[in-house]
């Protein structure tokens, strides 16, 4: 199956740019610095990947950091520059960015998304250096609102990949992390932190 708005559901987000911070809450930084926490590495580079209109930035940028917004999505994008943050548009599943150029990155609600995300996941691997770490947030497909949620994007017509907390800790690993779960419930926190050695 297919998302009929092409792959990542980029057409749908790019209709939706100019709404979606009014239907979404804003993100809740505490458990993304929780999985910041596990860092072998001063963070100071953050990549907010698939980050949108910079919902999940906006609140990183209260806390001290100041992520650069990386998306696919031209109308997200817009939006996350009208807002102030740094942007660099691009797929996720093959970032246009160095190796090893970044302390850490963030995915919040929007792995799921990705056409391939265990590419993206390799990606973020292959662009965090030795110590740093993935935070990423998600919906687990097994609770009751998570088995809605999954039932809403398939009738929206979504084509989208959800795993449960353990299976998304083992796609971490099987990318080259070192993973753990930060926070379990309907929206989950995982972390994923590349080897020094």
């Given at each position: 199956?297919?998302?009929?708005?092409?792959?990542g559901d980029v057409r749908f987000f790019d209709r939706l740019a100019r709404l979606y911070d009014l239907a979404m809450p804003p993100a809740r930084v505490r458990p993304l610095r929780d999985g910041f926490a596990f860092a072998d590495r001063p963070i100071e580079r953050v990549l907010d990947l698939a980050g949108?209109?910079?919902?999940?930035?906006?609140?990183?940028?209260?806390?001290?950091?100041?992520?650069?917004?990386?998306?696919?999505?031209?109308?997200?994008?817009?939006?996350?520059?009208?807002?102030?943050?740094?942007?660099?548009?691009?797929?996720?599943?093959?970032?246009?960015?160095?190796?090893?150029?970044?302390?850490?990155?963030?995915?919040?609600?929007?792995?799921?998304?990705?056409?391939?995300?265990?590419?993206?996941?390799?990606?973020?691997?292959?662009?965090?250096?030795?110590?740093?770490?993935?935070?990423?947030?998600?919906?687990?497909?097994?609770?009751?609102?998570?088995?809605?949620?999954?039932?809403?994007?398939?009738?929206?017509?979504?084509?989208?990949?959800?795993?449960?907390?353990?299976?998304?800790?083992?796609?971490?690993?099987?990318?080259?992390?070192?993973?753990?779960?930060?926070?379990?419930?309907?929206?989950?926190?995982?972390?994923?932190?590349?080897?020094?050695?």
């Amino acid at each position: 199956m297919t998302s009929r708005f092409g792959p990542g559901d980029v057409r749908f987000f790019d209709r939706l740019a100019r709404l979606y911070d009014l239907a979404m809450p804003p993100a809740r930084v505490r458990p993304l610095r929780d999985g910041f926490a596990f860092a072998d590495r001063p963070i100071e580079r953050v990549l907010d990947l698939a980050g949108g209109t910079g919902r999940a930035s906006r609140g990183l940028r209260r806390v001290g950091f100041d992520p650069v917004v990386v998306d696919i999505s031209a109308g997200m994008l817009a939006r996350a520059r009208e807002a102030g943050h740094e942007v660099v548009r691009g797929d996720v599943g093959a970032l246009p960015i160095a190796d090893d150029a970044i302390d850490a990155a963030v995915v919040v609600d929007a792995l799921h998304h990705l056409p391939d995300p265990e590419a993206g996941l390799r990606e973020a691997a292959r662009v965090v250096a030795p110590g740093g770490v993935l935070v990423v947030q998600e919906f687990h497909p097994g609770t009751t609102l998570g088995r809605a949620l999954v039932a809403g994007e398939r009738v929206i017509g979504f084509d989208s990949t959800f795993w449960t907390p353990a299976e998304l800790c083992a796609a971490l690993s099987d990318a080259g992390f070192e993973s753990r779960i930060v926070r379990e419930g309907f929206e989950y926190v995982v972390v994923g932190r590349v080897p020094t050695e």
